[in-house]
C-alpha cells in the first residue's frame, strides 16, 4: 500500500515538473485564444460614441433578439497594450466579379486599461464603413491567428456571420 502512494505521489510530482511549465491562457499577461465569442452584435449598428454608448447598444440590440450581454465579459481588461484583428469584406470588380480584401485593425490603449469593451468599440469604429453592408456583418467573436502581423503583437481574426 505504502509502495503504491509513494508511486502515485512521483508520479503527481513528475506530471507536475514535466507539464508545469506550460503557459495557459487564463494566465495574467498571455493573451486570450477568444475574445467575447458568445456576444450578439451586428456591425450594421450605428457606431457608437464611447464604450458606455456601445454597452447601451449592446442591451437594446440583445433584447430586440431575447438574448443578454455580459457586461462582466466586455469589462476584462486585455493582457497588452494593442492588438491587430482582421477582417475580411466583398468588393465588386469591374468586371462583375467579386474579391474578398483583408483590413488589419491596429486597436490601442487611449491612455487607460485596454478592455474587451474599448476593443469592439475601436473595431466597429474601423470596420463599421466596409462591414455595414455585408451579408456577413454578425460579429461571432474574436480567434486569436497563430502568427502575428508584427512581432510581439497578438493578432485576431474576427469571425462574422450572417
Known amino acids: 500500500m ?3 502512494l509513494r508511486l502515485a505521489a512521483s508520479l503527481v510530482l513528475a506530471l507536475q515538473l514535466a507539464y508545469g511549465h ?4 487564463s494566465e495574467p499577461n498571455v ?4 475574445i467575447l465569442p458568445q456576444l450578439a452584435w451586428s456591425f450594421k449598428e450605428p457606431v457608437p460614441a464611447s464604450v458606455e454608448d456601445l454597452i447601451k447598444q449592446l442591451d437594446a440590440y440583445a433584447k430586440s433578439i431575447k438574448e443578454t450581454v455580459n457586461k462582466r465579459e466586455l469589462q476584462k481588461v486585455f493582457p497588452g497594450k494593442q492588438l491587430d484583428i482582421q477582417y475580411k469584406y466583398a468588393v465588386q470588380l469591374p468586371t462583375g466579379q467579386w474579391d474578398t480584401l483583408k483590413v488589419v485593425v491596429r ?3 487611449r491612455g487607460k486599461p485596454l478592455t474587451y469593451g474599448e476593443i469592439l468599440l475601436q473595431l466597429h469604429q474601423a470596420s463599421h464603413q466596409h462591414l455595414k453592408n455585408e451579408d456577413h456583418h454578425y460579429f461571432e467573436g474574436l480567434y486569436r491567428l497563430s ?8 493578432a485576431y481574426e474576427v469571425y462574422l456571420g450572417s
Open 22 to 25: 506550460r503557459v495557459v491562457a
Open 107 to 109: 486597436v490601442k490603449e
Open 31 to 34: 493573451p486570450p485564444d477568444k
Open 147 to 154: 502568427r502575428p502581423f508584427e512581432q510581439g503583437v497578438p
Open 2 to 4: 505504502a509502495t503504491g
